[in-house]
């Protein structure tokens, strides 16, 4: 099947936002070509199994090959991204604590060593741990630039 438009985030995230589409989907992405996914194990109608594969399909995320279903690298993308997706749900009130100890401060804004070791203390996995520390960094470092800016914006207001 030849692809005539490219799909747009929306239309890819609305193929796979139901809940038994996201789990075909999962299935498919589970069983890499493994095994055939049988109708019978989606707990789904004929028509409803079809029109959601055809859904997948149309959206660029599965391919049939040889009578088997399998992520296309589209596919491959949105699957690595629904995982973080949830992985950074199953941190969600740890994330919140985080926030909330930053914005508590005094000046709100933790000095970031002392961020960066509640990070490390909260979160386990590497890959959250790691994509927060360096969102903590590079905040730290605009939030220097845009200090430096104003201050020497200032001292040209004040000649």
Not at 8 to 27: E, W
Not at 38 to 45: D, P, Q, Y
Not at 89 to 113: F, G, H, Q, R, T
Not at 120 to 131: G, T, Y
Request: hydrophobic share 35%.
């Amino acid at each position: 099947m030849k692809y005539s438009v490219t799909p747009s985030v929306s239309a890819i995230l609305k193929k796979i936002s139901d809940d038994k589409t996201l789990s075909l989907f999962n299935s498919i992405a589970i069983s890499n070509r493994d095994k055939y996914i049988h109708l019978r194990e989606t707990s789904l109608s004929p028509k409803q199994y079809y029109s959601r594969i055809s859904g997948l399909m149309a959206a660029g995320l599965i391919r049939r090959q040889r009578g088997r279903y399998s992520l296309t690298l589209m596919g491959k993308i949105v699957y690595d991204a629904h995982l973080n997706i949830g992985r950074a749900l199953s941190y969600y009130w740890k994330l919140k604590a985080i926030e909330s100890v930053d914005m508590s401060s005094p000046d709100a804004c933790l000095p970031k060593e002392e961020l960066i070791q509640l990070i490390n203390a909260l979160i386990d996995n590497h890959s959250v741990r790691d994509f927060l520390i360096k969102e903590t960094l590079l905040y730290t470092l605009e939030h220097q630039r845009g200090q430096q800016h104003q201050k020497s914006k200032e001292e040209r207001n004040s000649h």
